[in-house]
């Protein structure tokens, strides 16, 4: 079975822009989770979508939005980007039990 | 979110036994105790997890204090591969509402060749 994908790896955008990620959760997995990792905050807790719903959110300001499609398939948008949210940004799909599966990130750069 | 505290770093030497504390006194009834841990340049894995008695799996053994206010994770022959970034969390029942893991600042294991 294919692993959580995440498109793309690697992306590099300028202060004031916008930014869409993209996460392809295991097949079957109804559940995608969004984590934001920074050398300083750690790994944190952005959003969770089951079955398009969004269930649970993080402390993090609106310009952070999610939304899940109809195949589970999800994605995660920044606007107006600031320095700080230069981060790895993950992506975990689940079963809807405990495990989650996450994916190897999008590292965003923001200049 | 019950919080967990864990060692920053730990050190062991490869095919020796590695024991990874965590503590979580304001563990509730319910919480699941859940271990993850991130290898270098990857997204988390999950490790094991378990509620009140001791757990063992291909990867790790999770032993739970009988107050449940701690756990170790044990991994028994550590080898270069298991040098990571563990992670102690602890969880609701599942199918009980969203799925959220809440990290603390883990546990960066070093393994010595």
């Known amino acids: 079975k294919a692993g959580v994908t995440q498109t793309p790896r690697y992306l590099i955008k300028t202060r004031g822009q916008q930014v869409t990620l993209s996460c392809s959760p295991i097949s079957g997995h109804r559940s995608v989770s969004w984590y934001q990792q920074t050398p300083g905050q750690g790994l944190q807790f952005l959003f969770e979508y089951f079955s398009e719903t969004q269930r649970n959110k993080g402390n993090f300001p609106g310009r952070f939005s999610g939304r899940q499609f109809s195949n589970s398939r999800s994605e995660m948008n920044v606007s107006t980007l600031e320095l700080g949210d230069s981060a790895l940004y993950l992506c975990?799909?689940?079963?809807?039990?405990?495990?989650?599966?996450f994916g190897p990130g999008t590292r965003l750069l923001v200049l | 979110d019950a919080k967990t505290t864990q060692p920053n770093s730990m050190e062991s030497n490869e095919e020796e036994p590695v024991h990874l504390p965590c503590n979580h006194s304001t563990i509730s009834g319910t919480d699941y105790i859940h271990w993850y841990r991130q290898l270098p340049s990857q997204g988390p894995e999950y490790v094991i997890h378990?509620?009140?008695s001791n757990v063992n799996n291909r990867m790790a053994s999770l032993a739970i204090a009988e107050d449940r206010k701690s756990s170790t994770l044990i991994l028994h022959r550590a080898t270069l591969r298991d040098a990571a970034v563990y992670y102690c969390?602890?969880?609701?029942?599942?199918?009980?509402?969203?799925?959220?893991?809440?990290f603390g600042q883990g546990t960066r294991l070093t393994i010595n060749p």
């Open positions: 969390i602890l969880m609701g029942t599942p199918g009980q509402g969203a799925q959220k893991l809440v």
């Open positions: 378990g509620l009140t």
């Open positions: 975990a799909s689940s079963l809807g039990d405990w495990t989650q599966y």
